[in-house]
């Protein structure tokens, strides 16, 4: 009662709320937007035709022969989606990941459908050798003097340069090393000079944290590691400056954009980077990014759409400039529909 009756008076002199009060003036000052030429879409892709294989582990995702690869390529470009980013999955594996430079395996075969069609998209093809290898690690063993295993260095990067051009003479526009070996991008770059690819782009993995997140895409890619893990390449969580280094690294060695994975546990690295480089930073919403919001809006407890276009949003507020994402082809149609 007493309450009803005593009239509070504040002077404010600052009222955020103002600027919330509705729709329109929140969208005239909303600071970052999301557009679907900043999405990236990742797409699997085998030998074949007309083979659509569903993924278990990524709802609404299919691996898939050229012809059908070539399919859903003109619906993200339709939809304005800005690229496509190819894994590979090869019908044959073996220990040194050769399969990942066949000239005749999924990923050429359907860059060389995709750049025939001439669509708005930029090719983007991942180059590593885990789908290839059939340890799944991500370059060739060696045996250490202790007796360990661990993968060479400087064998794998013969194996992904080699993989990169093959891409490159098929039609990839960009060319994305995915294995995190010391060099890679310089490897790379020098193999495509040198075989007349000066045009083709590189996208590096400048921060790739060995991580837990990564689980969905390698039941998608059938490329878990058949014993230990990828700590001895991949970054520990942890570490943020030895991330930035990476990053420094790769832009010397040549690197036309810089990406971070996971991207939701790397926001900080994000605007760091922002500060630092003037290239184009890449975020990848990796696989258990997409399959926790996918799980949780299964199960009714969060919505899809609200929590996939804020984990966006954040990401580019964050600093990224290019987003990959499994939501890339449903995202550029939420947004339609907000724009609509
Ligand atoms: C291959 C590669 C991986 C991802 C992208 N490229 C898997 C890994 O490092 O094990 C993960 C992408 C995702 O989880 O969506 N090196
Ligand atoms: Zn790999």
């Excluded at 395996?105 to 025939?116: C, K, N, Q, S």
């Amino acid at each position: 009662m007493e309450l009803l009756e005593t009239k509070t008076r504040v002077e404010l002199t600052w009222r955020p709320r103002r600027l919330r009060a509705g729709a329109a003036i929140r969208d005239l000052v909303r600071e970052t937007r999301l557009t679907p030429a900043q999405l990236v879409a990742p797409l699997f892709v085998v030998s074949g035709r007309g083979r659509r294989q569903p993924i278990p582990s990524l709802a609404g995702h299919d691996r898939l022969s050229s012809d059908l690869a070539l399919e859903k390529a003109r619906t993200l470009a339709s939809l304005g989606v800005g690229g496509l980013l190819l894994f590979g999955i090869p019908e044959h594996k073996d220990p040194i990941g050769e399969g990942a430079a066949d000239p005749s395996g999924p990923v050429p075969e359907t860059l060389r459908a995709l750049a025939g069609e001439g669509l708005p998209l930029v090719l983007i093809a991942d180059v590593c050798t885990c789908e290839y290898t059939d340890h799944g690690h991500c370059g060739p063993l060696e045996v250490l003097p202790d007796g360990r295993q661990d993968v060479d260095n400087d064998r794998a990067l013969e194996v992904l340069a080699a993989a990169a051009v093959a891409y490159a003479e098929a039609g990839a526009d960009v060319v994305a090393p995915s294995a995190m070996m010391d060099g890679q991008v310089a490897a790379i770059r020098s193999a495509l000079d040198a075989s007349g690819h000066q045009r083709t782009a590189i996208m590096a993995y400048a921060s790739k944290h060995a991580s837990f997140l990564y689980g969905p895409f390698r039941d998608a890619a059938g490329s878990a590691p058949a014993f230990g893990d990828r700590r001895s390449y991949q970054m520990d969580p942890a570490n943020g400056r030895e991330a930035l280094r990476e990053m420094e690294l790769d832009a010397a060695e040549g690197a036309d954009l810089l990406m971070v994975k996971p991207a939701i546990t790397s926001l900080d690295l994000l605007a760091r980077a922002r500060e630092r480089f003037d290239l184009p930073l890449a975020a990848y919403q990796v696989s258990g990014e997409y399959a926790m919001i996918q799980a949780a809006a299964e199960r009714g407890w969060m919505d899809r759409q609200g929590a996939a276009l804020e984990t966006l949003t954040a990401i580019a507020r964050a600093g990224a400039g290019v987003l990959i994402t499994y939501f890339a082809e449903e995202a550029a149609r939420w947004l339609a529909e907000e724009g609509a």
